[in-house]
């Protein structure tokens, strides 16, 4: 009688990314951080700062083990690790990569568009710290991610956020010529209402993005609803 043969179990796939910033000291409040981009994002917003990574199926820019081999380089110069993007909810390898840079004494952040609530949910115990974009109010979503239903998504992942209370910031990149100052006022008093404490707003970069039309007075509107407000200009 032949013997039984045990089947190969494949490897788990690595996380997919398209390169890294090796040290950064505003991505991550507080530490010293690489940023590691991760491939592939199911939004298309027409304003996308990284549209070389939105493509999930490219190959890795950056294969996995290299990123792990510099970090051990940079042991005891790094406080963290920021994992962007792209997103990096897209990929059911993060837990595992989150789980390899918490091994070796390092702190984790993640900045998400939110897109994936339930993921999100999953991974707040082990993140220190959380980047979330909150691009507009929930209706007014589709029509800049390109993706139907993409706002419930974003501010369902803002309740989870809110609820687990991992220290965070959300932020909003303002294309004047989607939404106009009166909605950006609502926007603010929709996100203060829920709790949010630290919002930063920041200029649109993408080319032919309207000048910015915000008065002192709106400012001023603006940075009374939440106890740390930033401005980032392009």
């Known amino acids: 009688m032949a013997a039984a043969t045990t ?3 494949p490897p788990a796939p690595a996380l997919r990314l398209g390169g890294l910033t090796p040290l950064t000291t505003i991505d991550f409040p507080g530490r010293l951080a690489a940023v590691f981009y991760c491939q592939g994002c199911p939004w298309r917003c027409g304003y996308c700062h990284n549209p ?3 493509d999930a199926t490219a190959p890795p820019g950056l294969p996995w083990e290299r990123a792990l081999a510099f970090l051990k380089s940079r042991r005891g110069l790094l406080d963290g690790v920021v994992f962007s993007g792209g997103e990096p909810t897209l990929q059911a390898a993060l837990p595992a990569a989150l789980a390899e840079v918490r091994a070796m ?12 609530p339930g993921r999100l949910a999953a991974l707040l115990p082990c993140l220190d710290w959380v980047g979330l974009d909150i691009k507009a109010l929930p209706q007014h979503y589709d029509a800049i991610t390109a993706t139907p239903g993409s706002g419930g998504r974003a501010w369902e992942s803002l309740e989870a956020l809110l609820a687990h209370g991992t220290d965070h910031e959300c932020r909003t990149t303002w294309h004047a010529g989607l939404f106009g100052v009166d909605e ?3 926007l603010a008093q929709a996100l203060a209402a829920r709790g949010v404490r630290r919002w930063a707003l920041q200029e649109c970069r993408a080319p032919g993005a309207p000048a ?3 008065s002192e007075k709106h400012r001023g509107q603006l940075a009374a609803l939440f106890p740390v407000f930033t401005l980032r200009r392009a």
């Open 184 to 186: 950006l006022l609502a």
């Open 7 to 9: 089947a190969e179990v």
């Open 52 to 54: 070389e990574l939105l």
């Open 105 to 116: 004494g390092l702190q984790t952040a993640l900045h998400t568009g939110g897109m994936y």
């Open 212 to 214: 910015w039309a915000l």
